[in-house]
């Protein structure tokens, strides 16, 4: 004899428990999902914190820095040297026309003219710039030069040029200064040549290695960068397939049990009513 109030209560039993695994499935499988796309998170921030704290290839580039900076330093060197070149050009061509003019004036008639003209020559020569010493450059003579010119332009007495003899004697001493400011001048200019183009090859060469410092650099950062997004491509793919994986067994366990254990739905007017 069928007991059908025992059978009845296990269907009923099965019933519940289905209903109670299937609708605790998505929240236990939510709460673990969460846990794990958490956790993938923190790790993305972590890589993130560390391309953001990354020195980005600095060890590679050491020795390209220390290049750049010891040549940073020699084109600021050449700068500053060239700058006093090019001072020291226009002022020794100033002395040289006004030593031509004082000349002209040691004359008994331009007595005070020649006066006016030494006080400027001498404004003139306490401008040049001979305190600086550098490695770069010829040697130019400007030093004792300088302190020659002063010396000697200071010592020219006129005394109205009473005689001949004073007069040449002015003469001689300012052509005298005049040959050794013009052999200066000759190698001022040579210097400022070549320091205007030992500007542009310490420049071009700063500039060089600054820009393979950059190309490490941004090769480095693209690395990271490739690395970041590939990890987000595959925490993403991950999270992806795990959500899918999960709709697929939780389709087949709603299908599972809407065929095995839950009641069947009957269509009205089926024979299976008769039994229903």
Known sequence: MIDFTGSAFF?????????????????????QFNIAQNTALARLD??????????FGRGKTALLRVKATRLDRELAEAKAYKTVVASNRLTVKDA?????????????????????????LLETLDKLRTATTSRLGAPDGLRQAKADGLAAIEAIVTNDFATPADIQAAQDTIDGLAADFTESLSIVEINQDLTTNLVKSVDRSLDEAR???????????KQQIDKIQALQERTATILTSVSLAFEGAQALSDFIAQNTVLPQEIEPGSVLNLFA
């Not at 972590?46 to 020195?55: G, S």
């Not at 002209?104 to 003209?117: C, G, I, R, W, Y």
């Open 211 to 221: 820009l393979k410092i950059d190309d490490i650099e941004i090769a480095e950062r």
């Open 46 to 55: 972590k890589e993130i914190e560390a391309f953001q704290d990354d020195d």
């Open 96 to 120: 040289l026309d006004q030593l031509d003019a004082l000349r002209a004036l040691a004359d008994p008639a331009s007595v005070s003219e020649f006066e006016a003209k030494r006080s400027e």
């Open 11 to 31: 269907s009923s039993t099965a019933t519940a428990l289905v209903r109670l695994a299937q609708a605790a499935a998505r929240p236990n499988f939510e709460l």
